[in-house]
């Protein structure tokens, strides 16, 4: 397998100030292709911010984003995404009353005929549901129905669904925030072999997660915040776990 030759997401020495808070100092980091790379730090380190910024909902006041090489402004959410950009937060934004295909495309349909404006197109319900079907069966998530409204299923479902939603439209990178956060052991068995698979099949994944036992055995690097600051870049495993824990409390590592 060829070595790939440069990150897909490169963040060069940013900053972003609320007010008098400065919540992110000079940070730079780089996610490659077929990598998982774990973002970790105590509560107001700079992870939520830094993800927000890569996702479009905060504009960085100093710094730059580069995807592929090339700079990229992401000026809002719709910008992140049209950039191949999807983001996954602990509140899954999943419709209840609405099928997985529908959430897979709520506010991206498909429709047709392509020469008619939109407004006046149909709506094409059964390449949704298709591309929707395809996605769930490569990503092996099993669901009670693939027509059933999301409010019907487990916690770990509705994460699946969020997560496999993510992959129909991250052409470049997946962002995951706490995704196994209120689940039970048995569903983040689940979402974690979800991830795995992700990055089996090429996507560059950033993980935020304050689950140790997850990030050694998942992520394949580990960037830690502290106050804002990146004070550490390690490949986690059982040997660099205590180093990775002192520097996410301000420990001598």
């Not at 077929?34 to 905060?58: F, P, Q, R, W, Y």
């Not at 710094?63 to 910008?79: K, N, Q």
Request: hydrophobic letters at 45%.
């Amino acid at each position: 397998m060829t070595e790939p030759s440069q990150p897909v997401l490169s963040i060069r020495h940013a900053h972003k100030r609320f007010g008098a808070i400065h919540a992110l100092q000079d940070v730079s980091l780089d996610a490659w292709p077929g990598e998982v790379l774990a973002l970790l730090g105590d509560n107001g380190a700079g992870k939520s911010t830094l993800v927000k910024c890569i996702s479009g909902l905060h504009a960085l006041d100093e710094g730059e984003i580069h995807l592929h090489g090339r700079p990229v402004t992401l000026a809002s959410p719709t910008a992140a995404r049209a950039a191949g950009i999807e983001t996954v937060y602990q509140d899954l934004a999943l419709f209840d009353n609405l099928s997985p295909a529908q959430n897979f495309y709520a506010g991206r349909e498909l429709s047709y005929p392509a020469w008619l404006p939109r407004p006046l197109r149909f709506l094409d319900k059964a390449a949704m549901r298709k591309t929707a079907a395809e996605v769930i069966d490569r990503l092996q998530v099993r669901l009670p129905h693939p027509d059933a409204p999301v409010a019907m299923m487990s916690g770990g479902q509705r994460q699946a669904i969020a997560v496999a939603r993510a992959t129909v439209f991250a052409r470049n990178i997946v962002l995951l925030d706490e995704p196994t956060a209120a689940l039970g052991l048995r569903e983040a068995r689940k979402v974690l072999e979800l991830i795995a698979r992700l990055r089996a099949e090429g996507n560059a994944v950033i993980l935020i997660t304050h689950n140790m036992d997850h990030v050694t055995e998942l992520a394949d690097r580990a960037v830690v915040l502290r106050q804002g600051r990146k004070v550490g870049d390690l490949k986690p495993d059982q040997s660099s776990r205590q180093d990775l824990v002192s520097l996410i409390v301000g420990g001598e590592a």
